[in-house]
């Protein structure tokens, strides 16, 4: 049976997904457990894009010692030196370089010949092989290119060092017998230690079946993201494509090397750190994904779960049972139920999460695995802010306009700061005292605001994740709290954090 790698690019093409910003310790969470999953490659990032990113990649680049590490680059020196640099502490590095094939990109974006799209390739290709032993190779816009063009692009990388050649779907395009026969000519095109590996996007809902396809066509590796997370409609979604492969293996002919058992926790914690629900009616993951409500289909589970059920709930991590944490709870069985949920926290974080916990349950009956997600997600994406907040006052009604007293403390030195600040309503008063604080009147902007109980009941979490512009750059920010005032101010001071360590 033939063994597919799967090459995760969740922390990298799943981050331009409207919405999400992985910071740091996000990424190195999620690594972590990606790396726990089984993931053969992990694309970590984009390490020329920002410093941040450069950082984060080098991070996660630190703490995965089995699955190799990717650092995309565009066809430029100063990119794959940067790619380079980030993986310098990678157990198995690899830089994934990539040019635009198609004519419409090579005319309209790149503005340059294919005589000079292959110079490029050729020269680029060198030189990340001159710094790394591994190189991947995608001609962006694949299934646009003329074929022949193609072939000759592919080659020419080949020829250069590539270790790995990817086709992309970057637009979603591609029909299955279309892109099947594409990976053929491909695959017959390269020597065969040249890996050929596929990356769809799902804007026709092919994502999936076309990965799958590209398997029997000569594919060996398939490029996914957890959720089917991504630019625009997403990527193939892992859960779906290492499902499929697992199901269907003995027809397909091939398999993964993913530990199935962990696909739930996987797909959890990477839904609860990019603040994205995944739908109930989503395959593999989805809350209704084994769920039966049809009178016909429950008699037949009751006699046998296979007359409906194709996978075995439990062998994509099902099995366990939910644990109810409150106020009498330790922290010893606080920091087991972090651990089980993916998190790795380090001695201090338990700590400072295991606080925020004991203040919430006073405040709830019981605290459920959602309310822990949101607790830890608040604290990672506030952990190194250069304020956090100690007090606040607000004083409003429906004939006075609001008024808003906060205390921020500077992380750094201590220092507590206080400002007043009127606005029109306590939410938006608050924000306006936290911007006199932290120097952003005039140059920041709420873009976003979005409300949400974490579970059900009076006494619910509320998750507040708000947006602020600063020009054309964008910051994202949660707070969670039973009181929305707060969460409200908590996730935007987040926000404010993260843009004053942009400057």
């Avoid at 920002?50 to 990649?57: H, L």
């Avoid at 062998?315 to 944490?325: M, R």
């Amino acid at each position: 049976m033939k063994q597919i790698r799967i090459l995760d690019t969740t922390l990298r093409d799943g981050e331009q997904t409207p919405g999400i910003h992985w910071g740091k310790t996000q990424k190195v969470e999620l690594a972590r457990q990606l790396e726990k999953l089984g993931v053969d490659v992990i694309e970590a990032g984009f390490p020329a894009s920002s410093a941040g990113d450069a950082e984060a990649v080098a991070a996660v680049a630190e703490v995965c010692r089995t699955a190799v590490v990717c650092a995309l680059a565009r066809m430029r020196r100063e990119d794959i030196d940067e790619a380079a640099k980030a993986l310098q502490s990678a157990a198995h590095p690899r830089i994934h370089i990539f040019l635009a094939c198609s004519d419409i990109h090579l005319e309209r974006k790149l503005h340059i010949t294919r005589e000079e799209a292959l110079r490029r390739i050729r020269d680029g290709v060198a030189y990340a092989r001159s710094l790394c032993a591994d190189v991947q190779f995608s001609p962006e816009d694949a299934t646009r290119a003329d074929p022949d063009f193609l072939l000759e692009a592919v080659k020419t990388a080949a020829d250069a060092g590539a270790s790995t050649v990817n086709v992309p779907d970057t637009v979603g395009y591609a029909m299955t017998e279309e892109f099947a026969a594409l990976i053929r000519r491909v695959r017959a095109a390269l020597p065969d230690e040249v890996a050929v590996s596929v990356h769809c996007h799902d804007d026709l809902g092919m994502a999936v079946a076309n990965s799958i396809a590209a398997v029997g066509a000569g594919a060996v590796q398939i490029e996914t993201a957890i959720n089917g997370l991504g630019e625009r409609a997403g990527n193939a979604a892992l859960e779906e494509v290492v499902m499929a492969l697992s199901v269907r293996g003995k027809y397909l002919g091939a398999g993964t090397g993913i530990r199935t058992e962990e696909i739930v926790r996987t797909s959890r914690l990477a839904s609860s750190l990019a603040g994205i629900p995944v739908s109930v009616t989503k395959a593999v993951v989805g809350a209704n994904a084994f769920a039966h409500e049809s009178g016909i289909h429950q008699h037949g589970i009751m006699a046998d779960r296979s007359t409906y059920e194709i996978m075995d709930p439990a062998s994509i991590g099902l099995s366990e049972s939910t644990i109810l944490l409150g106020k009498l709870s330790g922290r010893h069985a606080f920091a087991e139920r972090v651990t089980h949920l993916g998190y790795s926290l380090d001695d201090a974080a338990t700590d400072a999460t295991f606080a925020r916990f004991k203040e919430i349950a006073d405040r709830k009956s019981n605290v459920t695995d959602d309310d822990i997600h949101a607790i830890v997600n608040e604290y990672l994406d506030g952990v190194s802010g250069e304020y956090r907040l100690e007090h606040f006052q607000i004083q409003s009604g429906n004939h006075i306009d609001a008024m808003a007293l906060v205390t921020l403390r500077k992380t750094s030195d201590g220092m507590v700061k206080t400002e007043a600040a009127p606005g029109g309503g306590p939410i938006d008063a608050s924000f306006n005292a936290v911007n006199r604080i932290a120097g952003g009147e005039g140059q920041l902007r709420l873009a976003a605001y979005d409300i949400h109980a974490v579970t059900e009941g009076a006494d619910a979490l509320g998750e507040v994740k708000v947006r602020v512009t600063c020009g054309e750059s964008s910051y994202t920010g949660r707070g969670v709290s039973t009181d929305i005032i707060k969460a409200s101010l908590k996730a935007y001071l987040n926000a404010v954090n993260k843009w004053l360590a942009s400057r």
